[in-house]
């Protein structure tokens, strides 16, 4: 029991030295990290208490069936991370050290991989403004990105109009560096256009 323990820990820190290396948020959480750890070592203790007594392990999954989280998971990474964790504790508590070993090697080096050739991630330009001022916007944008820029969303009002573009953050300073100017600072000097906002559009969170 006292070696299964000592492997589950060592395993736990290589885990959440991964999920600090891979994280390509904006709101790493150090204290989900350690609870990640933890979870490591809890496994690694259930499957050490139930996996020499087979009543106690169907008591046991029945009395996990009742569990509910109720918070969210924002990143299905963080999901990924925590059937990791349930299966290195599953094979510490059963003494399989090696397969733990190699499959926390050969995630490791997939999760490295796949952070380093990830999507660019997407920009939002919201564009409100005058019905009148409308054409005038969108022959800017259409100016400024070329075909980088698609327009996915326009809502239209008796005065006023929403134009939603997504452009990619490549595109985005390729333009910005071609034209030396912002294109937010661009379109609200337009007359007619009430406000620009330009927001990150990417799997975990929009700011």
Known sequence: ?????????????????????????????????????????????IMSVISSNVALSLGMVGALSIIRFRTAVKDMRDAGFIFWCIAIGVACGVSQYMLAGVSSVVIFLFMLVFRQIGPDSKMLLIIRADNAAQNR?????????????????????????????QVSQLALKRSDDRA????????????????????????????
């Open 137 to 165: 916007a969108e022959a800017i944008v259409e100016q400024h990105f070329g075909r980088s820029a698609k327009r996915i969303m326009k809502n239209a009002s008796l005065q006023t109009c929403e134009l939603v573009y």
């Open 1 to 45: 029991v006292l070696l299964n323990n000592v492997v589950a820990v060592v395993f736990a820190l290589f885990l959440m030295l991964t999920y600090r290396l891979t994280y390509a948020g904006t709101a790493y959480s150090r204290k989900y990290n350690v609870t990640l750890g933890m979870l490591v070592i809890i496994t690694t203790l």
């Open 180 to 207: 030396k100017v912002d294109i937010v600072q661009r379109l609200v000097k337009v007359e007619g256009v009430q406000s620009v906002n330009m927001v990150e559009q990417s799997d975990d969170i929009s700011r």
